[in-house]
């Protein structure tokens, strides 16, 4: 702001010089004493010079080294430092109070001897966005920069317990030490910080490993408007979340973040009592309890996350993290919206509820919130019958959820045009019978579910043709689906990772997936004939499942693939060998070729399978010495070789003493 001013006034300077000298000279007085103090001038080059400039350091793609521009100049005494990228200085005084080097390729430590201390006027320090080498955050912050009141240290590799004299800022309104994965939080110091920090607005420590039980310090909070502990992974946290309950009226959080967290407990009444939210997210955690009515008097509130916590090593594979938006299967928390009085706040934009425990009929309270862009409600309880015309209502919708509930959709015909343009459509267990004509105008699809239903017969070529950009991830698993209509060679849809047809009734020959795919699961059809060599090249594929009536020879190539982690080849009528596996950097945690015809001996550059946890060959013809030498691998957890022909003695694996 003050040097956005200044910049204003030197304009206005250049004007009055034009028009009138002697007026100007009063302000190139004032002028004068913006320039750097000499000291705070050395200071900051030598603060640049503890570093290395390192592009690899900062993620942004905006990033770039700010400090290149910092010069050593002719006098010292009239310095321009002031102008320099990043630095602000007060209008008056000339002291350096501001620096924003966030993203600016620093690399190297910081510790306490750094000039950066010296710098004691300063207001605003921005150094997010490098790396600073796992250094400890100095004490010397809280000791020498009593003036800050934003601090931004998030994403700068620093590491070590954060200093209780962090503390000592009590000017600090704004302080985030966010995504250091390193960072820990002493229970003593967490009460330090909260309770000394008495301007403080907005507290982000995701990331950090919080060891405390989180005690009454939140509670005299009043000043937040927010607050961010996702993450906070370590977190030992038993009670209820007491932030709630002492909030007067006159709070005025905005923003509320403690998913994956371990908070748990009853979400008490008093929580309408935050009548400025705007942010809640609480998903992943262990709360338990109802909904309290009193969501109702969150008028502000855009944004509620509740999905409950999902379990990382089921499913994990199936819908990789990044592909999806809502919460996965396993239910930990408890939440009831049979209160038929319960009203959303009328302006939520984003509602996930995902894989609670809801009863009851679909909630048609929602169809009022006209607002809402996402609605999460998979993997709950809810029983009745959608119409799904009403979806009509909210035009701005692009993500919705009902899977796996007992809930049956019915689509009438003819509402394709009214119907909002979905980006993701999850209608998994939906009681389908058969396409959602809809479908045919939703040219924005990115993620189709329509697994489980009762979906007969072909592939309609309506389905594909609307979504040939868009769709990236399609799950038609368990269904009776026959196959394309016009069957095609290669999948039609440009960009695909998750292609799941799984449990289906397809025959024919395999369909070739494009080069974007990352899982592509066919087990359980009838698909017969080679592996064509097309399924070579697939830099990105991590899950093969091809189940079904497959002969001739492996492709070669599947053990050169360095992408590949579950291959599953099992039940078809392979034979020939078995290729080398594990050649190059690999990432294979699941091999199962049983069931099959492979001849030959178990390929030696098996033992280079580190991460392999799984192997099934049972039921071929392998003829081999017994694979002793598997003895190595050092997560392997499952060993599958019967009904082959291994022979010699089942020795202990070899060791290093
Ligand atoms: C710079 O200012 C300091 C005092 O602030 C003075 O001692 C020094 O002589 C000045 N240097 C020059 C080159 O003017
Ligand atoms: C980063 O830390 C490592 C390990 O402490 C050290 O060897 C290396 O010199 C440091 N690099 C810089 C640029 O400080
Ligand atoms: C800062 O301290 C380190 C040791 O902790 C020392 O190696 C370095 O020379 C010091 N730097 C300055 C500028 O004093
Ligand atoms: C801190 O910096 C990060 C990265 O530059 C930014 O995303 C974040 O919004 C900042 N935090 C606050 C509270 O301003
Ligand atoms: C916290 O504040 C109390 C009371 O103002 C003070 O006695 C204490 O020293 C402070 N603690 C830290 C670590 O600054
Ligand atoms: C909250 O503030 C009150 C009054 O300022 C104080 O007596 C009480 O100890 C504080 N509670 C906590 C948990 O910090
Ligand atoms: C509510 O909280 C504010 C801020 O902490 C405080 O100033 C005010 O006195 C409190 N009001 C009541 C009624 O407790
Ligand atoms: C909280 O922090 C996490 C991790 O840094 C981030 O993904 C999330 O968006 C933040 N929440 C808010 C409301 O900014
Ligand atoms: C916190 O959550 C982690 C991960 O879910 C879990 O392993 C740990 O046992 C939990 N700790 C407590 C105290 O509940
Ligand atoms: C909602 O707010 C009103 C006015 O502040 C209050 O009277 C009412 O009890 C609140 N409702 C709930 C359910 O908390
Ligand atoms: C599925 O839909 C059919 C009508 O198509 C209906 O008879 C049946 O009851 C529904 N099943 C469930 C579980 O709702
Ligand atoms: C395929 O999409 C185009 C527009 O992209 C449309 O004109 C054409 O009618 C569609 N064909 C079928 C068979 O749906």
Redesign the pocket.
């Known amino acids: 702001m003050e040097s956005w001013l200044s910049k204003f006034t030197c304009f206005h300077c250049l004007l009055f010089l034009l028009l009138n000298a002697t007026h100007c000279f009063s302000f190139v007085q004032t002028q004068t004493r913006t320039l750097c103090h000499a000291d705070e001038h050395s200071f900051l080059l030598q603060f640049k010079e503890s570093f290395t400039i390192d592009k690899s350091a900062s993620r942004s793609p905006f990033a770039y080294p700010k400090v290149t521009s910092w010069a050593q100049e002719g006098d010292q005494n009239q310095s321009k430092c002031c102008s320099w990228d990043g630095v602000e200085c007060h209008a008056e005084s000339g002291r350096v109070i501001g620096l924003d080097l966030k993203s600016s390729c620093l690399y190297g430590s910081i510790n306490s001897n750094s000039t950066l201390f010296r710098l004691v006027h300063l207001q605003m320090l921005d150094l997010s966005d490098n790396n600073f080498n796992s250094s400890e955050i100095p004490s010397r912050f809280g000791h020498d920069l009593s003036s800050l009141s934003y601090l931004n240290l ?2 700068s590799a620093f590491s070590g317990q954060i200093p209780s004299e962090i503390s000592k800022l009590s000017k600090l309104s704004t302080l985030d030490l ?2 250091n994965n390193g960072l820990e939080l002493r229970k003593s110091n967490m009460r330090i910080l909260v309770q000394n920090l008495t301007s403080i607005k907005q507290l ?1 420590l ?2 950090v490993g919080i060891y405390s039980t989180v005690p009454n310090i939140l509670v005299n909070a009043s000043s937040f408007t ?1 607050l ?4 906070c992974g370590c977190l030992v946290y038993t009670q209820t979340l007491v932030i709630f309950p002492t909030f007067n009226r006159t709070n005025s959080f905005k ?3 403690v ?1 994956s967290t371990n908070f748990s407990g009853e979400l008490p009444n008093s929580i309408g009592n935050l009548h400025s939210l705007n ?1 809640f ?1 609480i998903s992943y955690c262990g709360f338990d309890s109802h909904v309290p009515s009193s969501f109702g008097n969150l008028t502000q509130l855009s ?1 509620l996350e509740m999905a409950s916590f999902h379990d990382v090593s089921a499913g994990q594979f199936l819908v990789p993290d990044s592909l999806s938006c809502f919460g996965k299967l396993t239910k930990f928390s408890y939440l009831d919206l049979s209160d038929i009085n319960l009203q959303f706040p009328t302006n939520l934009e984003h509602l996930n509820l995902a894989s609670n425990y809801l009863q009851g009929e679909f909630p048609k309270s929602l169809f009022h919130l006209r607002n809402l862009e996402r609605l999460g409600l998979s993997g709950n309880n809810l029983s009745g019958l959608v119409e799904f015309d009403e979806f009509s209502n909210l035009k701005k919708l692009k993500v919705l959820g009902l899977s796996d509930n007992r809930l049956s959709v019915r689509v009438k015909s003819g509402s394709s045009a009214t119907l909002p343009k979905f980006e993701f459509l999850k209608l998994a267990e939906c009681n389908l019978t058969e396409f959602p004509e809809f479908l045919k105008n939703q040219y924005e699809l990115g993620g189709l579910y329509l697994s489980r239903n009762n979906i007969h017969g072909q592939i309609p070529k309506w389905l594909w043709n609307a979504t040939r950009e868009t769709l990236v991830n399609l799950d038609l698993g368990s269904n009776f689906l026959t196959g394309f209509e016009e069957n095609p060679v290669t999948l039609p849809w440009k960009n695909l990772q998750l292609f799941n047809l799984a449990n289906n009734r397809l025959q024919g020959s395999l369909p070739i997936p494009p080069q974007s795919i990352t899982v592509y699961m066919v087990d359980n059809n009838n698909y017969s004939g080679e592996v064509s060599p097309l399924f070579c090249n697939l830099n990105y594929l991590q899950v093969l499942d091809l189940a079904n009536n497959l002969s001739g020879m492996l492709p070669q190539c599947l053990g050169k693939s360095s992408s590949l982690e579950i291959l599953h080849l099992m039940f078809n009528s392979f034979h020939g060998h078995i290729p080398p596996f594990c050649v190059n950097k690999n990432s294979l945690k699941f091999v199962g070729l049983g069931y099959n015809r492979l001849q030959g001996m178990l390929p030696r550059s098996m033992a280079d399978c580190i991460q392999l946890e799984f192997l099934h060959i049972g039921n071929n013809q392998i003829s081999d010495i017994f694979p002793s030498w598997l003895g190595v691998l050092p997560v392997l957890k499952g060993l599958i070789l019967g009904s082959n022909a291994f022979h010699g003695i089942i020795g202990k694996p070899p060791t290093d003493h």
């Open positions: 998030s994403l966010s995504q982000h995701s990331d927010s961010n502990l996702s993450y923003t509320l973040d998913s942010y997210d944004f």
